[in-house]
């Protein structure tokens, strides 16, 4: 079984829209995050949240909204994307919040036309 | 403001060829951790070694090493007798401080490629 999974790997959208990427993790992790990594391969946090509680909003852009119905995932909603918008999009997940081993997804490769 | 340089934008060797990739750090904080990650062809993170500020110890595993040097702020990621598999864009990142100590700063990344 894959320990941070991500769906779709793939998203391709048209200007406008809006799109939702979901991450559901089994490792039994308290923390979880979201990264961008863009075009030229600069990776860069943008949530992270501890059982269900935000910890870590850096500065994004509101269309972008994180959701976690419960500590096993966290979705990431963007509403009216973007052309700057694409991006890979990595979830990760933490035992704890603090200074823990963060575990990748595979990414999620978001394309806006 | 903690930062992580990784100069080497990309190097190519040989098969065979031992080759190490730099990182550099700037962090205020006495207390933080040290990462490095490996992102191969295929695009995933895979998690590679964890050092804390306070263990200065050189870490060897299999054909890599690590050297975390506090007195020039560096931890260095060493490939001996490279492979073709190594190919893949190595990270170096941040973690720790007084704030956020959650969040992972990367490097820009090193791309190696490794020819047979």
């Known amino acids: 079984d894959t320990a941070v999974s991500q769906t779709p790997k793939y998203l391709v959208t048209q200007m406008g829209n809006d799109k939702s990427i979901k991450c559901e993790q089994n490792?039994?992790?308290?923390?979880m995050y979201w990264y961008k990594q863009d075009s030229k391969k600069f990776l860069k946090i943008m949530f992270s949240?501890?059982?269900?509680?935000?910890?870590i909003n850096e500065t994004v852009p509101n269309r972008f909204s994180p959701k976690s119905p419960d500590k096993a995932h966290l979705n990431l909603h963007i509403n009216s994307l973007e052309l700057g918008d694409s991006a890979v999009y990595f979830c990760?997940?933490?035992?704890?919040?603090?200074?823990?081993?963060?575990?990748f997804g595979a990414g999620t490769r978001l394309s806006v036309l | 403001a903690q930062k992580v340089t990784q100069a080497q934008t990309e190097i190519s060797v040989v098969e065979k060829e031992d080759v190490t990739l730099d990182c550099v750090y700037e962090?205020?904080?006495?207390?933080?951790?040290l990462f490095w990650y490996k992102q191969p062809p295929s695009g995933e993170l895979v998690f590679l070694i964890r050092r804390n500020s306070f263990d200065e110890q050189n870490e060897i595993s299999g054909r890599y090493s690590w050297n975390f040097q506090k007195s020039t702020s560096s931890f260095n990621f060493t490939i001996t007798a490279s492979q073709v598999v190594d190919s893949a864009v190595y990270f170096c990142?941040?973690?720790?401080?007084?704030?956020?100590?959650?969040?992972?700063?990367f490097g820009t990344g090193t791309r190696l490629q490794v020819f047979p």
């Open positions: 490792l039994g992790h308290d923390t």
């Open positions: 990760a997940s933490s035992q704890t919040s603090g200074i823990n081993i963060q575990y």
């Open positions: 990142a941040l973690s720790g401080g007084s704030y956020n100590t959650d969040k992972l700063i």
């Open positions: 962090t205020r904080d006495t207390t933080y951790y």
């Open positions: 949240y501890n059982n269900k509680e935000l910890i």
